[in-house]
């Protein structure tokens, strides 16, 4: 399996490519396949150029001890690759519709979660340990920009109090919408810097979630919404280029710094759009990984007895280490969860009202 993992790569990148072509023949609006294209070919240049000068840099990746024993073989390998692609991603995305107001905004906290991600992996790199800001700083920090990004959406009202669900049924929250988009930021962001642990696991759902983003975005009524999906399509060709780095053997990781971003991103322009439930199903697999650890530390507390020992539900968690300690091969594990991803992504599409 490793060594046909460009192939992988490169059939995900059509695949995702083939979908976004034939969503813009449909709505015969060519919104979808350019920022894609463009961005991932963009990133795959940029990452050729910087990946040498990260590792130039010595910046190393720290694998944690309890983690897999088979990860060490992975240290050293250059982290903070999101610095080269997520600005890619940005840029031509917001390129598309330089007018909207949304983009900046957009761009502003996926940046900014950028920035947290990229001080916390340069304190892991400085402190040569897998921890770098304390959780409590780093959600703090993740927090206080998700606040700026939520009081800019509601001076400009650019958030509804209600969420469309699947089926044409809607939810009306009134004020709680602000502080449930506060903790989309956080669950989302978190989530897809957990399900970052694998070679090409994060960039290939990541994709695949912001591809499936796009294609609601133009299929759903009222002419759907461009911009926004245009600037998904971006990201997912931001990830796409970045997968060939990334797959497995990985050349560099992506760091907090990129699945950091990845997550606010997605965040961003699901409460913008109007597609948390959206968001919800299709990055089914970033919830996943994220329920897994909770789960897994609740069980343990709650069972652990007088040697300080308690049960575990999995093997390991995240949950794509349960089933690496499982036996199943490390790709094997990234191409089942991305075809998952694509399932998810076809219901979100199937569902779509």
């Excluded at 992975?74 to 107001?101: C, H």
Aim: glycine share 12%; with cysteine.
């Amino acid at each position: 399996m490793p060594s046909n993992s460009r192939q992988l790569a490169l059939l995900l990148g059509l695949l995702l490519l083939g979908v976004c072509a034939g969503c813009d023949w449909f709505t015969r609006t060519p919104q979808l396949t350019v920022p894609l294209l463009v961005a991932a070919a963009i990133s795959a240049v940029v990452c050729a150029w910087g990946v040498p000068r990260l590792r130039n840099l010595k910046l190393g990746q720290v694998i944690r001890q309890e983690g897999p024993q088979s990860h060490l073989s992975k240290a050293g390998t250059p982290t903070m690759g999101g610095l080269l692609v997520v600005p890619v991603g940005v840029l031509i995305g917001g390129l598309i519709a330089p007018s909207d107001l949304r983009l900046p905004g957009v761009a502003a906290i996926t940046l900014a979660y950028m920035a947290i991600g990229g001080f916390d992996d340069w304190r892991s790199l400085t402190k040569r340990h897998n921890t770098g800001l304390s959780p409590s700083g780093k959600l703090l920090l993740q927090a206080l920009s998700a606040g700026g990004f939520l009081a800019w959406a509601a001076w400009h009202e650019l958030i509804t109090d209600s969420i469309a669900l699947p089926l044409g049924w809607i939810l009306p929250l009134g004020l709680l919408i602000w502080p449930l988009g506060l903790f989309v930021f956080l669950a989302e962001s978190n989530a897809t810097n957990l399900t970052d642990g694998l070679d090409g696991l994060a960039a290939g759902c990541g994709a695949i979630v912001f591809s499936g983003m796009g294609v609601q975005l133009m299929l759903r009524g009222n002419q759907g919404d461009p911009a926004l999906a245009a600037f998904s399509a971006a990201m997912a060709g931001c990830w796409l280029g970045f997968l060939l780095f990334n797959r497995h053997p990985a050349r560099v990781f992506m760091g907090d710094t990129g699945s950091l971003a990845m997550g606010a991103a997605l965040a961003a322009v699901a409460l913008l759009s109007d597609s948390l439930w959206a968001l919800l199903l299709m990055g089914g697999i970033f919830l996943a990984e994220s329920l897994s650890v909770i789960v897994q530390v609740w069980v343990f507390k709650a069972t652990k007895g007088p040697d300080g020992v308690g049960r575990r539900v999995f093997r390991m968690a995240p949950l794509h280490h349960h089933f690496e300690l499982g036996g199943a091969a490390e790709q094997q594990v990234v191409v089942g969860f991305w075809l998952i991803s694509a399932a998810l992504a076809a219901l979100g599409l199937l569902l779509l009202a």
